[in-house]
């Protein structure tokens, strides 16, 4: 007779990446080019910019803190094959400010990545305008304002360029409790669809990237908040992915920098998830409906 009463082995899962420092493509892929990365002086921003550095690349952070964007330029100066690290304090919801910081770089960015965004969980019937605008305002049309300004330029020149846009899986599925943000980023995974259309003819490509859950010091504190409450036990979080762990700021910074890249050149429209397969996940039977107000803690709507 067969045991069922035993519980049966935790499978291995995912295998876990290459240690930091490891390159993805051969070393000087960028070198000569520059690459202008949004909300670069933190997160996933830094990461991905580390990424194209370690890969010969001359950065240009981009962001509206200062002080954390000299701390970020120290940083990845640092970065083994890098090469020149500058910033430009910009809010990207300002087009002036954008294209300032597109004049201070110096020379026309080769890459363009928009990370940059805003997000928190509400209820949707607890979302001032002021809220939605503010996540809006940067998510969207930010993002609009710097690949406008990245395109126009390249047009005008006659050269080629790669751009890429983080998004969000909810952009597909929606998200409750990100009414805001999902709305945003479904108009960010379209700009790619769009616009790889709209000026491939003239040699810009056009690609999305969505991180799955890859936990970084720039998650806001709702965020992570929510995540400590899902995951009261240690290593419950990991359990929740099918991978059975979360992804490491790298494996972000690895597919960015090949999809910008020379070996890449076919793919355009496209929308990378890097996820482990979680967007994914669906259950045999759906569990309990939890409203977005009890998830949050909160109290019935007055």
Wanted: with cysteine; glycine share 12%; proline share 9%.
């Amino acid at each position: 007779m067969t045991d069922t009463s035993s519980t049966p082995p935790r499978p291995p899962g995912l295998p876990g990446p290459p240690p930091l420092g490891a390159a993805a493509l051969p070393a000087g892929t960028y070198a000569g080019q520059l690459v202008l990365v949004t909300g670069g002086g933190s997160g996933l921003g830094k990461a991905m910019a580390a990424e194209f550095g370690r890969l010969g690349a001359d950065l240009v952070i981009a962001g509206r803190r200062a002080g954390q964007l000299e701390a970020a330029r120290a940083e990845l100066a640092a970065v083994p094959g890098a090469g020149r690290v500058s910033v430009a304090v910009c809010d990207i919801r300002e087009p002036e400010q954008v294209a300032a910081a597109f004049d201070a770089a110096g020379r026309l960015p080769d890459v363009l990545v928009n990370n940059a965004a805003a997000n928190f969980p509400s209820p949707a019937e607890d979302l001032s305008p002021n809220a939605w605008r503010a996540v809006v305002d940067i998510t969207l049309t930010g993002t609009w304002f710097t690949t406008r300004e990245f395109g126009r330029r390249h047009l005008a020149a006659g050269t080629p360029g790669s751009i890429i846009n983080v998004g969000a899986s909810y952009a597909w599925t929606g998200g409750p409790g990100f009414a805001h943000s999902s709305a945003a980023k479904a108009g960010v995974k379209n700009l790619v669809e769009t616009l790889a259309v709209e000026w491939g003819p003239y040699g810009i490509q056009v690609n999305g990237l969505v991180p799955g859950l890859v936990p970084h010091e720039d998650m806001t504190a709702d965020i992570r908040d929510g995540l400590d409450r899902a995951a009261a036990a240690p290593g419950a979080r990991d359990a929740r992915q099918p991978a059975l762990r979360v992804g490491l700021p790298r494996e972000l910074g690895w597919a960015a920098t090949f999809l910008a890249s020379p070996y890449a050149r076919f793919i355009t429209g496209h929308t990378l998830v890097v996820d482990g397969a979680n967007w994914q996940r669906r259950s045999l039977v759906n569990p309990e409906v939890v409203t977005v107000r009890e998830q949050l803690g909160r109290g019935p709507f007055r």
